[in-house]
């Protein structure tokens, strides 16, 4: 049970990462996870009172907040131009229930174990569009405490991993994203076990999949010089 008015302090026995291991494969994902840090300072988790958007104008298009009402409710609180463009509507505002999903989808497990534990957690997808496109894209989403101190928003950043492509999204919206590799984010309470039929993203990977949207997205920039 947290103590009520304060913030999310850490246990004597757990460490605080001050240092998260900035290796995304964006520089901006680099520049949220590195501006999350900079926001929580000593505590576990940064209150949501010292997030201040014309902070991150740069970031803020990508950018989605995510807030639990309750245990099982859960209210899309922000989502940026760029997101909404690439879904193709603006769901903000909208509430949704771990009912009114699948109780075994990674999407519910992650909000819900990014805010019970805290962690992070940061995934790879493909997004396929309307238009038959395809873009890999990186998604980096950390919890933001209420004025009582418990973990209540996750924070994502989410970014089609190439400007060139991001900059002709306003004329195709996505059709369907498949995650690729998932990964949770140790910021000093541990995390959970990695979720079941998802691939465990290793920064490095060999993996073939993992492979092919880093460098699919690596032939994107190149193009876009």
Request: proline residues 8%.
């Amino acid at each position: 049970m947290l103590p009520p008015s304060s913030d999310v302090q850490a246990p004597a026995d757990m460490t605080i990462h001050s240092k998260i291991e900035l290796d995304f494969v964006e520089s901006d994902t680099n520049a949220w996870a590195q501006h999350w840090l900079e926001l929580r300072g000593s505590d576990l988790v940064p209150p949501r009172r010292r997030f201040n958007p014309m902070k991150i104008t740069a970031l803020l298009p990508y950018m989605v907040l995510i807030e639990r009402l309750s245990d099982d409710l859960f209210r899309f609180r922000l989502i940026g131009t760029n997101v909404v463009t690439r879904l193709g509507r603006d769901d903000t505002g909208f509430t949704f229930s771990r009912e009114s999903y699948d109780p075994a989808s990674p999407f519910i497990i992650t909000l819900i174990n990014v805010l019970d534990r805290p962690c992070g957690y940061h995934m790879l997808t493909e997004e396929t569009y309307r238009s038959g496109a395809k873009a890999p894209a990186e998604h980096l989403g950390l919890p933001m405490s209420d004025k009582d101190g418990k973990p209540h928003i996750v924070a994502t950043f989410s970014r089609a991993m190439s400007q060139k492509y991001s900059n002709i999204l306003h004329d195709t919206t996505m059709s369907h994203a498949t995650g690729t590799a998932h990964r949770y984010i140790d910021i000093g309470a541990g995390v959970p076990p990695p979720i079941a039929g998802c691939a465990v993203y290793v920064p490095g990977s060999r993996d073939s999949k993992v492979e092919q949207l880093t460098n699919m997205a690596s032939a994107m920039r190149k193009s876009s010089r």
